[in-house]
């Protein structure tokens, strides 16, 4: 079966442009999650969707930031206009239904390095 | 509050023991994830603890204390390729059931020969 795909594996852009990250989760999962990961931050939790329903999104850091789910098959992280200190690798995880009560794991993409010059 | 506390860094021997500890404050308790991340992959699941005690996985056992609030993840046998991140997650359970978790910020191992 397929994993949880993320792309693009890498992104280099100046700041100011407008980015946007793409998600598609493991199939029959119902929880998407949005992650970045930092060296001083460590993995911190962004937004996560419940059957495409944003159910908590305070971990999202300003209004440059705005995530989609627009079907259960799809997810998209824009940052704009994006900055320097946006920079990190932002991870997309999944589970499937029942997962608030189970030993289920948030399966993880590979993630997409993002560089702001 | 949200906390999670672990060393930052550790060290060991292929072939011996590693116990890498956490310890958490969160508001409610629904469960606690080890995960494994290797530099520049992403996190993969090792192990889930809710009741108090020991799991037993291979080579790897993970511990829980819910009253005392903490977790260790126990390596045997250590083999070079364990050289990783091992993170803490704590499934929280304020506001009710949720299936959002807060990591610790890892424990960075390397394994020397």
């Known amino acids: 079966d397929a994993g949880v795909i993320q792309s693009p594996r890498h992104e280099v852009t100046e700041m100011g442009q407008e980015v946007t990250l793409r998600c598609k989760p493991i199939?029959?999962?119902?929880?998407l999650f949005w992650y970045r990961q930092t060296m001083m931050r460590g993995l911190e939790l962004l937004i996560y969707f419940n059957n495409n329903v944003p159910i908590d999104d305070s971990g999202m850091p300003e209004d440059r930031f705005s995530a989609k789910m627009p079907n259960a098959s799809f997810s998209t992280l824009k940052i704009q206009p994006s900055e320097p200190r946006d920079s990190a690798v932002y991870f997309c995880?999944?589970?499937?239904?029942?997962?608030?009560?189970?030993?289920?794991?948030?399966?993880f993409g590979d993630g997409t390095r993002l560089s702001i010059l | 509050g949200q906390n999670i506390d672990q060393p930052t860094e550790m060290t060991a021997t292929e072939g011996a023991i590693v116990q890498i500890n956490c310890t958490y404050q969160?508001?409610?308790?629904?469960?606690l994830f080890w995960y494994q991340q290797h530099a520049g992959e992403a996190p993969t699941f090792l192990s889930y603890?809710?009741?108090?005690g020991l799991e037993e996985k291979g080579r790897f056992s993970s511990f829980l204390s819910r009253s005392k609030g903490y977790s260790y993840l126990l390596l045997k046998e250590l083999q070079m390729k364990d050289s990783a991140s091992y993170l803490c997650?704590?499934?929280?359970?304020?506001?009710?059931?949720?299936?959002?978790?807060?990591f610790g910020t890892g424990t960075l191992l390397a394994v020397q020969p």
């Open positions: 603890n809710v009741l108090d």
């Open positions: 969160t508001s409610g308790f629904n469960g």
């Open positions: 997650a704590v499934r929280s359970a304020y506001g009710g059931a949720t299936n959002k978790l807060i």
């Open positions: 995880a999944s589970t499937p239904p029942g997962g608030s009560y189970s030993n289920q794991p948030q399966h």
């Open positions: 199939s029959g999962h119902n929880s």
